[in-house]
């Protein structure tokens, strides 16, 4: 049996064995919010179909520059633990926004257009990557990659890319790649179906509002242990990621 290169990058059981990959991973299984669509209006069952069925080309990054931002983002918002057939695509909606020239209304004043921050990031992550490894990004390993960024996160970014963080704060920077990745990832129905997330409520509308009871569409938690992956420099604790104590919401035992 060849190895799974990706095993060491998915979430653990207690025992410290990778969790298998699934379509659908979650304290929510089977649950389809795409199921609920007869009960939308047409404009909005247009919006969010559009989100799964029509991918956008990739414009605005060079096919070097995509690739890149693609290993990016891979680390940013993992999902190492779906299959590959249902992992949701970020990268050509960010790349979408930026071509069309969309932004939040807003720049700070020491902060270049969107774009030409995300190519001096690009330009930053290979000469940081060089000077602390002799390779390019892409060369780098799982953790190697994964503690570089984190430098970025934590606003200390290993050297090789002075230059470049003189003219890009770190920190605005990488508040905004997480959160493009966040909000394309999050629009997204199969990120609903993971969270448990009712979906759109027009002209249905949800009236369980009081006590935080699930609509009759929803389903109950079912919550079960993990484990940081092997390969993470994450600082989630475990204790808090498992809630392995908590009882889930319509349940009285253990899992």
Not at 60 to 83: G, Y
Not at 139 to 160: E, F, I, N, Q, Y
Request: include cysteine; proline fraction near 10%; aromatic fraction near 10%.
């Amino acid at each position: 049996m060849k190895p799974d290169p990706e095993s060491e990058r998915r979430p653990v059981d207690p025992r410290g064995i990778p969790l298998p990959q699934c379509p659908q991973p979650g304290y929510y299984p089977k649950y389809s919010t795409l199921s609920q669509q007869a009960f939308w209006d047409e404009a909005t069952r247009s919006v969010v179909l559009r989100r799964v069925t029509i991918i956008p080309q990739v414009k605005f990054f060079t096919a070097a520059e995509a690739e890149i931002l693609q290993r990016v983002i891979e680390h940013v918002l993992p999902q190492d633990d779906r299959t590959p057939d249902r992992r949701i695509p970020i990268l050509p909606f960010i790349d979408e926004r930026l071509s069309s020239g969309r932004t939040a209304g807003y720049r700070f004043e020491d902060m270049p257009q969107d774009g030409e921050a995300y190519r001096r990031f690009l330009r930053a992550i290979d000469l940081m990557a060089l000077a602390a490894h002799g390779a390019q990004f892409l060369r780098l390993g799982w953790h190697d990659a994964d503690v570089l960024l984190k430098s970025l996160h934590d606003g200390k970014p290993t050297t090789g890319a002075e230059e470049i963080w003189q003219t890009l704060p770190v920190k605005r920077f990488w508040t905004l790649l997480v959160q493009d990745c966040a909000e394309v990832y999050y629009a997204h129905p199969w990120a609903w179906d993971e969270i448990g997330f009712g979906g759109p409520a027009y002209p249905r509308a949800y009236f369980r509002l009081e006590r935080g009871d699930p609509e009759p569409w929803e389903k109950n938690e079912k919550r079960y242990d993990w484990g940081t992956p092997p390969a993470s420099v994450s600082d989630l604790d475990q204790n808090e990621a498992t809630h392995a104590d908590e009882p889930a919401q319509g349940e009285t035992g253990s899992h």
